[in-house]
């Protein structure tokens, strides 16, 4: 399956802790996501699925994902369907190894073309 994943204007990666959770665009948006930490050993921190708003602001204030904050924290996100996020979410697990290891669905992994992000794959 082919994400289109979504970055913030100037076809940058979005912050965390910037990205306007109010703007229209996350009314109704649904999908999987990802957070990142920069610095000198960029990685993934956290990967999960659900309604982005919601997930997303919920995470700013998650003791876990805070911290990483230090390295400054990315985030990307992709529309999928219902009856494909979780085995979307398990693959990004399986692929991006995240730090924070929150329990991902036991599913078979479905296959999707990663954000391209600069993130160490381990």
């Known amino acids: 399956m082919k994400l289109l994943w979504n970055k913030c204007s100037g076809d940058s990666w979005c912050e965390l802790y910037t990205v306007d ?3 229209p ?3 109704d948006m649904e999908g ?3 957070i990142w930490h920069g610095g ?3 990685n993934c921190v ?3 699925q659900g309604a982005i708003r919601e997930r997303l602001a919920t995470h700013r204030t998650d003791p876990a994902i805070q911290q990483y904050a230090r390295h400054e924290l990315f985030v990307t996100w992709a529309q999928v369907p ?6 979307v979410e398990r693959f990004l697990a399986e692929q991006l190894t995240p730090k924070v ?3 991902f669905p036991d599913v078979a992994p479905l296959s999707v073309n990663l954000p391209g992000l600069e993130v160490a794959i381990a």
């Open 25 to 27: 665009h996350f009314d």
């Open 101 to 103: 290891d929150y329990h």
């Open 40 to 42: 000198g050993a960029p």
């Open 32 to 34: 999987v996501y990802v």
């Open 46 to 48: 956290c990967v999960g």
């Open 82 to 87: 219902t009856d494909c996020r979780s085995g």
């Open 21 to 23: 959770l109010g703007d």
